[in-house]
């Protein structure tokens, strides 16, 4: 009744405060409240009663051996007992997933009490006031008499429910009896404290594990309001039911009273970075002897048995210190008295955020804050009257988040000041970050303002200029050194220029310049099909012992450990021994000295050249559809359609598609180079099919000039029959003569009768291969593909050598003679031409792909 009058109360004085913006009143208001009832107002104050004397079993096995030794009696009369979490049959045995806490703690579920905890008695001693039979009674003393406006119960009933009366003695020897308090079986009763602590047989030390039994339950004893001042001595159990469940009762807990009354918290005062001074009233009559705080960065309230942070405050206000800079912190308070409670409960909770410090580093890539017209905390932004500055999510740099600035020529220019650094005149530190504009050049300036509220204090320290419209650019990343000579009182900034530019930035640090800096503007050129040149901008200073690069086939950045591919004291390296056709990366960095070297740079990532062939074996499994061709061909598109496509393939899941319209130029497709394109040794083999059972044409020859569709020669028009791959006749053969050009390059076209034509499995290769290579084939077979490190063949029989060929026709590796199983191991990943040479000449080959 006397909480619902008070938030009455509390509520017609909100309404006050709402109607009349009176800060005060509202204060007053709770002090009012406080008046009237200092324990009601506040949360439950829950505390535990240790028991001294009363138990007479120990029904709980612990520690190592039989759970008949570490236990005087069960729970149910039938053998059963509680096991605690530390119980193993032998000290070898499986530690407990379950069971009852090893320090006797049991913290209640129930949903009405939140931080009602209980303490067990002893686990290796008696533990349990058990009564078996009807009218068995025990007394249970408490350790030290508390006051409390509800008692609380835990207790369990084995081998069916049972009933108890329960007596309480004050320390003035009265008494209040509850009569026939009801407790549930210790499996399935509603109300429990804690559940599914499993139990074991104390005749055959068999556990038994359960999910949500045995249990313990809770039941409110409440206290008389004439008797809530009393502390309470004892406790005296009375089995009153008369079936067969056998009681047990564990432990009691309080929901202690107090006549200490709890402050209330009155508004934060002085805030610096690392304090907060805080002060709070109590009533008048309050007899405090001193005062608590509890201070946390969590919203989670104590309880009556958290340590306090700060103790002994003898007035009714302090500063609280040793804070974080820019942090929220949440804070409670209590009054120590000197009278039979001896504290109150925690006040409400108050809470406040430090104020922005100077920083000595920092790094900010935005990720952490919404979207909008906004800054990050201890930063500023000045927009004067208008132009943009926002957060954004907009393709940062990394994570989710980066700033965004914009103004139109009309308008005026942003300003996103950073945080105040206590070593800005140091001359030791940069500012680096990443930044890119939507169109290229761009001007950002980096600076500072004496007054973070006004750009009339702007000063320019460098102006940038951004060339780059990705974040992905080597040349991303932007350094600012600041010079000794700013101000002391100096925050730096960063303002764009009113172009009509959308400008971008992300990752930023503040940091010490390192000792040894990084090469930039790293640039890749003059790409062979072997080689390439790396060059960059040399460190300033320069590096005393030159440079190393790493130089890698994946864009997995080298660590400060890896082992460079090379070094140098020029500022250009040619990168030779490469593999046609295939991308790289390259990182450099600067060697000071034999102890201190710079970070990797930003990767440099180029494509070698496509080399002439000597043979070629290409299923198009390793492309994706669409209007395309492998790596190293040529499309000539002219208006007809030609794509790779998953329709029905020859073998594994692409092949060739071609399909011209009666109005329409057809399309060409042009084969790599072939270095003995005009050997006369070498034939052009593939399959193929058209759609219409009345056949078609495809055209096989070659051109001269790849970007010509004119100059397509005719060798032979293949008169295409087929119309499914499985069929006998699907596989063509086109010889090519030695009277073709040398600059010659071999082409597929189609032709405008609008049907569609599809082929696969096609090879360069030797005329030799042919007079038992397809009876071989069909018994042969090379798996798995792809593979990791083994190829295994089929069949050995006939088999003479292997030799795998990387896509440009080298030789990587030659196997006489060779097993079922294959080593491949020292390959790298990649495409590879598997040619297998049998004893009467013949080949086969197949392309392979090593993982």
């Given at each position: 009744m006397l909480i619902s009058v008070l938030y009455c109360f509390f509520i017609k004085f909100t309404a006050i405060i709402l109607s009349n913006m009176k800060i005060k009143l509202f204060f007053g208001a709770l002090n009012a409240i406080a008046l009237l009832s200092a324990s009601s107002m506040t949360a439950q104050n829950f505390q535990t009663m240790p028991i001294q004397s009363g138990y007479n079993a120990d029904v709980i096995a612990n520690g190592v051996g039989s759970s008949s030794i570490s236990t005087t009696t069960d729970v149910d009369g039938v053998s059963f007992a509680f096991v605690a979490r530390d119980y193993q049959l032998t000290s070898s045995s499986t530690a407990l997933t379950y069971g009852i806490p090893s320090d006797g703690i049991i913290n209640s579920v129930v949903a009405g009490t939140p931080g009602l905890s209980y303490k067990l008695g002893d686990l290796s001693g008696n533990n349990s006031l058990r009564l078996a039979n009807t009218n068995d009674t025990g007394t249970l003393v408490f350790s030290t008499p508390k006051a409390a406006v509800t008692l609380y119960m835990l207790s369990t009933s084995g081998s069916g429910a049972s009933t108890a009366n329960v007596v309480v003695t004050f320390t003035d020897n009265s008494t209040q009896t509850f009569t026939n308090v009801s407790v549930s079986d210790w499996y399935g009763g509603t109300n429990f404290a804690i559940q599914g602590i499993g139990r074991i047989n104390r005749n055959t030390d068999v556990l038994e594990a359960n999910a949500t039994n045995p249990r313990l339950y809770q039941n409110a004893l409440a206290i008389d309001g004439a008797n809530q001042t009393k502390p309470i001595q004892s406790v005296t159990v009375t089995k009153t039911s008369t079936a067969q469940g056998y009681t047990n009762v564990f432990a009691f807990s309080a929901d202690a009273f107090s006549d200490c009354a709890a402050p209330v918290l009155q508004p934060v005062g002085t805030l610096t970075a690392n304090s907060a001074q805080v002060s709070w009233t109590v009533p008048a009559t309050t007899q405090a002897s001193g005062y608590e705080i509890y201070y946390s960065t969590s919203n989670t309230a104590p309880t009556s048995s958290t340590a306090p942070t700060l103790t002994s405050i003898p007035g009714t206000s302090t500063t609280i210190g040793s804070l974080s800079a820019n942090t929220v912190y949440y804070y409670w308070v209590r009054t120590k008295c000197n009278n039979s409670t001896g504290q109150s409960v925690w006040s409400f909770s108050g809470t406040?955020?430090?104020?922005?410090?100077?920083?000595?580093?920092?790094?900010?890539?935005?990720?952490?804050?919404?979207?909008?017209?906004?800054?990050?905390?201890?930063?500023?932004?000045?927009?004067?009257?208008?132009?943009?500055?926002?957060?954004?999510?907009?393709?940062?740099?990394?994570?989710?988040?980066?700033?965004?600035?914009?103004?139109?020529?009309?308008?005026?220019?942003?300003?996103?000041?950073?945080?105040?650094?206590?070593?800005?005149?140091?001359?030791?530190?940069?500012?680096?970050?990443?930044?890119?504009?939507?169109?290229?050049?761009?001007?950002?300036?980096?600076?500072?303002?004496?007054?973070?509220?006004?750009?009339?204090?702007?000063?320019?320290?460098?102006?940038?200029?951004i060339n780059n419209t990705v974040y992905t650019d080597p040349n991303a990343e932007y350094k600012v050194i600041v010079p000794a000579s700013v101000p002391a009182n100096a925050r730096l900034a960063i303002m764009n220029k009113n172009d009509g530019k959308s400008y971008y930035w992300d990752d930023v640090y503040w940091e010490a310049i390192p000792s040894c800096i990084t090469p930039t503007a790293v640039v890749a050129s003059n790409m062979t099909t072997v080689s390439a040149d790396v060059t960059w901008t040399t460190a300033s200073p320069a590096p005393a012992n030159g440079y190393e690069y790493f130089v890698s086939t994946t864009n997995t950045a080298p660590l400060a450990t890896t082992p460079p591919s090379g070094t140098t004291s020029l500022t250009t390296i040619n990168i030779a021994n490469l593999t046609p056709n295939t991308t790289y990366y390259v990182w450099v960095r600067s060697v000071c000295s034999t102890s201190d070297v710079s970070i990797w740079s930003y990767p440099v990532t180029f494509k070698t050249l496509c080399g002439p062939m000597t043979m070629l074996s290409e299923n198009f499994d390793s492309y994706g559809t669409g209007d395309l061709v492998p790596d190293c061909w040529v499309r000539l598109a002219g208006t007809g359609s030609q794509t790779i496509t998953s329709t029905t393939p020859a073998s594994g899941t692409r092949n060739i598609y071609q399909y011209t319209s009666t109005s329409s130029t057809p399309t060409t497709v042009v084969l790599p180079i072939f270095t003995n394109i005009n050997a006369g040794t070498h034939k052009l083999r593939f399959k193929a099919r058209v759609t219409s059972t009345a056949g078609g044409t495809l055209n096989v020859g070659y051109v001269t000039n790849t970007a010509d569709a004119s100059s397509f020669v005719l060798l032979e028009a293949l008169s295409i029959t087929n119309?499914?791959?499985?069929?006998?006749?699907?596989?063509?053969?086109?010889?090519?003569?030695?009277?073709?050009?040398?600059?010659?390059?071999?082409?597929?076209?189609?032709?405008?009768?609008?049907?569609?034509?599809?082929?696969?499995?096609?090879?360069?290769?030797?005329?030799?291969?042919?007079?038992?290579?397809?009876?071989?084939?069909?018994s042969l077979s090379v798996y798995p593909n792809p593979f990791r490190d083994v190829l295994y063949i089929s069949d050995l029989k006939d088999v003479k050598s292997v030799t795998v060929n990387d896509v440009s026709g080298r030789v990587v590796k030659l196997i006489d003679n060779p097993g079922k199983e294959l080593n491949l191991s020292t390959l790298n990943s990649g495409l590879y031409l598997l040619s297998i040479t049998f004893k009467d000449g013949s080949k086969s080959i197949t392309k392979v792909i090593k993982q």
């Open positions: 406040f955020k430090t104020l922005c410090g100077p920083m000595t580093s920092m790094f900010e890539n935005f990720d952490s804050y919404s979207t909008g017209s906004i800054v990050p905390d201890c930063w500023a932004r000045i927009i004067n009257t208008s132009g943009t500055q926002t957060i954004t999510t907009t393709s940062p740099a990394s994570g989710t988040r980066n700033i965004y600035q914009y103004s139109t020529t009309s308008q005026n220019s942003t300003y996103v000041v950073l945080p105040q650094f206590s070593n800005v005149n140091a001359g030791t530190h940069w500012l680096r970050f990443k930044a890119r504009v939507t169109t290229s050049p761009g001007t950002l300036d980096v600076g500072y303002v004496t007054d973070a509220t006004s750009s009339a204090t702007f000063t320019s320290i460098q102006t940038l200029v119309t499914t791959y499985t069929a006998a006749n699907s596989e063509y053969t086109v010889t090519v003569p030695a009277s073709i050009p040398a600059n010659a390059r071999l082409a597929i076209k189609g032709i405008n009768d609008g049907k569609s034509y599809y082929w696969d499995d096609i090879y360069w290769e030797a005329n030799t291969l042919g007079t038992s290579e397809v009876a071989t084939k069909k």
